[in-house]
Structures are given as C-alpha cells and as structure tokens.
C-alpha cells in the first residue's frame, strides 16, 4: 500500500534535524509526527531537551522541538509498505532535499532515527552536515534502552 510522509517541520531556527524514514500508519492517520504511543520517540526527546514533553498536545510539542531548534522530517516522500515496519518500505521516493540548506540555514546536525533512515548519511555528510545514527525510537529497540538513552541524550552534546 502507498503510503505519504508528512510535511517537513523546518525552519530558519532549526539547528538539528532529526530523519526518520516514514510515518507510521498511526502516524499518517493522526497527521503527526511519532503519534504512535507506542513510539518511545517523544520520552527519549524528554531526556534530549530535560524537559516534560510527553503529556502536551501536538501542537505544544512541535512548539517545544522548535524552540529548541529542533526540526522533523522523514527520508522518504512516499513508499509502498505493508504495516508500518521500515523493513517493509519499497519502491521509496526520497523526499528534495535540495533546498534544505536555504531553509534552515543555521542546520548544523542531522539525526537520523534508525538504519533504515541512517542508509542516506552520506548524502548530506557529502553536504558538509554533520551526522549521526540513532537507535531507532522503535518501542522493538527497547531491548537498548540504557544505550539508546544515552546516544539520543548525545545530541545536544553533537554540536
């Protein structure tokens, strides 16, 4: 089945950007990023920023990420996948790029969320970015949580 990324959340502010590779099902129908409960995304951006993120609306938390100069966006525009599993993503559309330099300009660090996200590093390593793969937010990597933790709380200290 087909399925659409969502819009980047971007801007001039944006320091950091953090790459998934596409919504999942939960996510796509909500409209929003990692709106998944099931996603431990929003508690390991808790411990990033030290801040109580988890119980706010959406909106709220976008606001947070941004003041933090944190920004969200996926690899893929679109992709054929069966569930919501990276492994099951074919015939992707990698999202443009191309202008993501003039839209945030003060960009300094990209995240990727997972190895299926991490497989594009070095596309924008060649950018001159600096990078860096994460454990992915995956409620299946909870098996790491002691180590995916802490490689997500080594963002800020990234940069």
């Known amino acids: 089945m087909k399925k659409k990324g969502l819009a980047p959340i971007i801007d001039n502010g944006t320091r950091i950007l ?16 990692y709106g998944n409960p099931g996603n431990d995304f929003w508690r390991l951006i808790h411990e990033v920023i030290g801040e109580d993120i988890i119980t706010l609306d959406y909106e709220t938390k976008i606001q947070r990420l941004k003041e933090h100069e944190i920004g969200l966006w996926d690899i893929f525009l679109t992709g054929d996948r069966d569930g919501s599993m990276d492994s ?63 490689e997500w709380q080594s963002i800020v200290d990234s940069m």
């Open 18 to 33: 953090i790459l998934g590779s596409l919504p999942s099902d939960k996510s796509i129908s909500k409209q929003q990023y």
């Open 88 to 150: 099951n993503i074919r015939n992707q559309e990698i999202n443009d790029f191309s202008n993501l330099k003039k839209v945030a300009p003060n960009l300094r660090l990209i995240c990727f969320n997972g190895k299926k996200a991490g497989e594009f590093e070095n596309m924008f390593r060649e950018c001159g970015i600096k990078t860096k793969v994460l454990l992915s937010s995956s409620s299946a990597n909870r098996r790491y949580s002691k180590k995916r933790t802490m």
